[in-house]
């Protein structure tokens, strides 16, 4: 645990730093999923970073594409990329762009940016899996404010009605999207209660206590009977005390001073 | 020009066919009936994948499918593919996945159903997205043949099928038929008539009219919108010196958009568009459409004049 804890510390460093240096990004939702990103890479995918195409690799789609910080760290940290290539995030030419792209980036299964679109795509992905009588997983991150795109339950219908086992969600409910808390700008209600009732086996945990998300990751990919959705209440911005909980850190940068507070929070200067 | 088909149907003798690749998967929206996949899943339920009605989610299991080395096709109503356009804008043309999406029912030739379901719009929209191969066959043979080459094709595609039937024109003559290369069915130096789907036998009844009067027209079959082929266009401004296109659809944006696009960027020459004038269709039989449209042959045929008299 300490070890995981010790990688999403790291990561956390890697994302402000990103979106320090470009002065644009999203750090809030980066560092809401970065917990489970973190046990995900290093607990379950089957993945080869030195073969990103390795064919029967799992799948991870990051739907959620905006929080591309945050992906872009555990792909350095796995070895897809290395820490060097961070700083091309957002830079003209540079295979870290914006949105994760799978055309720019080794270990980047999806190209996303525009919501609402990972599950069906990871749904295409967990038919041809068993087309090919392959044990690989897919795992989609969907964020909380995404799930209000229409789309995403087209999708949701249509894996459970295909019996999909091996298609799986991470939901990382922060509880913020881009204007402010999802409660003001779209109620959603009992989220859980709407998964369960189109036909997903469903599991809640704390996004950021590592034993609850190991322990949760280990319920998904277990189910032959349908696809599994593991909904991870988690903090946006959690790790640095002045982006925690705050809609305003959604997309934007720290300044100089707010960059030097979050390096002594994550332990990488002293006071 | 006796035997009449629906190219719907050519599209889904092609998918037959390429069942024998495993790879071929056939995906649906509730529409197999009509696109005419239904056949592709009687024989092959294992690899069709009902999407129920939800064009969105459709076009992207599609792309997760093809970016896992399968080569979808996905077909529902022209029209419901275009909910899913930026669906096949981001996950499917950016990522440049090749996805196969085929619109049936296209155009006001789809008839009693009404303006709702005459797409009229979509050849235009799917021409603005790069990696996207647009194609609109005139009948069951070149819809057959151009459905199998795209199982070859590394690029994503949409091909538009019509719902009512038309002369088949290509029986015998499959060697004809490539994906970006136009077909002159009938060759004449006075005008050209650039036409595609239900367009083209309209054409070549304009051309008859036309000789009967002493005119001489070519008659192209621009089965490919995009990649468009330019280089018989440059022919047929040197050979007839005056172009008609004829579509059944907007004249804004399609068939008679690009060639006016290409013309202004090269040799220059009268062009006049016969299309659907920028208004929607509404419920009528499907040869009274294309009256009230006036895009049927006596418009085409006096397009033809227009375009002679305004050679310099």
Same mark, same amino acid.
């Given at each position: 645990?300490?070890?995981?804890?010790?990688?999403?510390?790291?990561?956390?460093?890697?994302?402000?730093?990103?979106?320090?240096?470009?002065?644009?990004?999203?750090?809030?939702?980066?560092?809401?999923?970065?917990?489970?990103?973190?046990?995900?890479?290093?607990?379950?995918?089957?993945?080869?970073?030195?073969?990103?195409?390795? @064919?029967?690799?799992?799948?991870?789609?990051?739907?959620?594409?905006?929080?591309?910080?945050?992906?872009?760290?555990?792909?350095?940290?796995?070895?897809?990329?290395?820490?060097?290539?961070?700083?091309?995030?957002?830079?003209?030419?540079?295979?870290?762009?914006?949105?994760?792209?799978?055309?720019?980036?080794?270990?980047?299964?999806?190209?996303?940016?525009?919501?609402?679109?990972?599950?069906?795509?990871?749904?295409?992905?967990?038919?041809?899996?068993?087309?090919?009588?392959?044990?690989?997983?897919?795992?989609?991150?969907?964020?909380?404010?995404?799930?209000?795109?229409?789309?995403?339950?087209?999708?949701?219908?249509?894996?459970?009605?295909?019996?999909?086992?091996?298609?799986?969600?991470?939901?990382?409910?922060?509880?913020?999207?881009?204007?402010?808390?999802?409660?003001?700008?779209?109620?959603?209600?009992?989220?859980?209660?709407?998964?369960?009732?189109?036909?997903?086996?469903?599991?809640?945990?704390?996004?950021?206590?590592?034993?609850?998300?190991?322990?949760?990751?280990?319920?998904?990919?277990?189910?032959?009977?349908?696809?599994?959705?593991?909904?991870?209440?988690?903090?946006?911005?959690?790790?640095?005390?002045?982006?925690?909980?705050?809609?305003?850190?959604?997309?934007?940068?720290?300044?100089? @001073?707010?960059?030097?507070?979050?390096?002594?929070?994550?332990?990488?200067?002293?006071? | 020009?006796?035997?009449?088909?629906?190219?719907?149907?050519?599209?889904?003798?092609?998918?037959?066919?390429?069942?024998?690749?495993?790879?071929?998967?056939?995906?649906?929206?509730?529409?197999?009936?009509?696109?005419?996949?239904?056949?592709?899943?009687?024989?092959?339920?294992?690899?069709?994948?009902?999407?129920?009605?939800?064009?969105?989610?459709?076009?992207?299991?599609?792309?997760?499918?093809?970016?896992?080395?399968?080569?979808?096709?996905?077909?529902?109503?022209?029209?419901?593919?275009?909910?899913?356009?930026?669906?096949?804008?981001?996950?499917?043309?950016?990522?440049?996945?090749?996805?196969?999406?085929?619109?049936?029912?296209?155009?006001?030739?789809?008839?009693?159903?009404?303006?709702?379901?005459?797409?009229?719009?979509?050849?235009?929209?799917?021409?603005?997205?790069?990696?996207?191969?647009?194609?609109?066959?005139?009948?069951?043979?070149?819809?057959?043949?151009?459905?199998?080459?795209?199982?070859?094709?590394? /690029?994503?595609?949409?091909?538009?099928?019509?719902?009512?039937?038309?002369?088949?024109?290509?029986?015998?003559?499959?060697?004809?038929?490539?994906?970006?290369?136009?077909?002159?069915?009938?060759?004449?130096?006075?005008?050209?008539?650039?036409?595609?789907?239900?367009?083209?036998?309209?054409?070549?009844?304009?051309?008859? #009219?036309?000789?009967?009067?002493?005119?001489?027209?070519?008659?192209?079959?621009?089965?490919?919108?995009?990649?468009?082929?330019?280089?018989?266009?440059?022919?047929?401004?040197?050979? /007839?010196?005056?172009?008609?296109?004829?579509?059944?659809?907007?004249?804004?944006?399609?068939? &008679? &958009?690009?060639?006016?696009?290409?013309?202004?960027?090269?040799?220059?020459?009268?062009?006049?568009? #016969? &299309?659907?004038?920028?208004?929607?269709?509404?419920?009528?039989?499907?040869?009274?459409?294309?009256?009230?449209?006036?895009?049927?042959?006596?418009?085409?045929?006096?397009?033809?004049?227009?375009?002679?008299?305004?050679?310099?």
């Amino acid at each position: 645990m300490e070890e995981l804890e010790e990688l999403a510390r790291r990561c956390r460093v890697h994302i402000v730093n990103m979106v320090y240096k470009a002065q644009a990004g999203h750090p809030g939702g980066s560092l809401s999923e970065i917990d489970l990103l973190a046990a995900l890479y290093k607990t379950q995918l089957r993945v080869r970073p030195n073969e990103p195409q390795w @064919e029967d690799r799992d799948r991870f789609v990051l739907s959620k594409g905006h929080a591309s910080p945050g992906m872009y760290a555990i792909l350095a940290e796995m070895g897809f990329i290395t820490v060097e290539d961070l700083d091309s995030y957002r830079v003209l030419g540079g295979i870290c762009q914006g949105h994760v792209d799978m055309k720019w980036c080794p270990g980047v299964d999806f190209s996303a940016g525009s919501l609402g679109m990972g599950l069906s795509f990871g749904m295409g992905s967990a038919i041809a899996g068993r087309l090919e009588n392959s044990a690989r997983q897919v795992y989609v991150m969907l964020g909380d404010g995404e799930i209000q795109e229409g789309s995403v339950w087209e999708a949701a219908m249509a894996a459970a009605h295909h019996e999909l086992g091996n298609l799986n969600v991470i939901l990382d409910r922060n509880r913020i999207q881009n204007d402010d808390f999802c409660e003001t700008q779209m109620r959603m209600f009992d989220i859980p209660a709407k998964w369960r009732s189109f036909g997903w086996n469903v599991k809640e945990i704390n996004g950021h206590d590592m034993s609850e998300i190991v322990d949760g990751l280990n319920f998904l990919g277990t189910s032959n009977d349908g696809p599994s959705i593991l909904i991870a209440h988690t903090v946006k911005g959690n790790g640095i005390s002045y982006m925690a909980d705050n809609p305003a850190f959604h997309g934007a940068a720290p300044n100089d @001073e707010q960059y030097q507070q979050a390096m002594l929070e994550l332990g990488e200067v002293s006071a | 020009m006796s035997k009449m088909g629906a190219t719907r149907d050519g599209y889904g003798e092609a998918l037959l066919q390429l069942a024998s690749n495993p790879k071929v998967v056939v995906l649906e929206a509730d529409l197999g009936k009509s696109t005419k996949s239904l056949h592709f899943r009687k024989a092959h339920p294992e690899r069709t994948v009902s999407c129920g009605i939800g064009e969105q989610n459709m076009l992207l299991v599609g792309a997760g499918l093809a970016a896992s080395g399968f080569i979808p096709f996905a077909s529902t109503f022209a029209i419901f593919t275009e909910r899913a356009f930026e669906q096949m804008r981001n996950g499917v043309a950016r990522p440049n996945l090749a996805v196969h999406v085929c619109g049936s029912h296209g155009g006001t030739h789809t008839g009693t159903d009404g303006s709702s379901a005459q797409s009229i719009e979509d050849l235009a929209i799917y021409r603005t997205l790069p990696n996207v191969t647009v194609l609109h066959p005139s009948d069951t043979v070149s819809t057959r043949e151009l459905t199998i080459q795209l199982a070859a094709s590394s /690029c994503p595609s949409y091909m538009r099928t019509a719902r009512n039937k038309t002369p088949v024109l290509y029986e015998g003559r499959e060697d004809e038929i490539k994906i970006g290369k136009g077909i002159k069915l009938r060759e004449g130096t006075d005008v050209a008539i650039i036409a595609c789907g239900v367009m083209v036998s309209q054409s070549l009844k304009a051309a008859e #009219i036309l000789a009967e009067e002493g005119i001489h027209a070519t008659v192209v079959d621009m089965h490919t919108l995009k990649p468009l082929d330019s280089e018989l266009i440059n022919e047929l401004v040197a050979s /007839c010196g005056a172009l008609v296109t004829a579509e059944d659809h907007n004249i804004i944006g399609g068939l &008679g &958009g690009a060639v006016a696009e290409h013309l202004v960027s090269n040799t220059l020459a009268p062009l006049e568009r #016969i &299309g659907v004038n920028d208004r929607f269709g509404e419920s009528g039989q499907a040869d009274e459409m294309l009256e009230v449209m006036k895009i049927s042959t006596p418009y085409i045929a006096a397009a033809a004049k227009r375009a002679m008299a305004r050679k310099s």
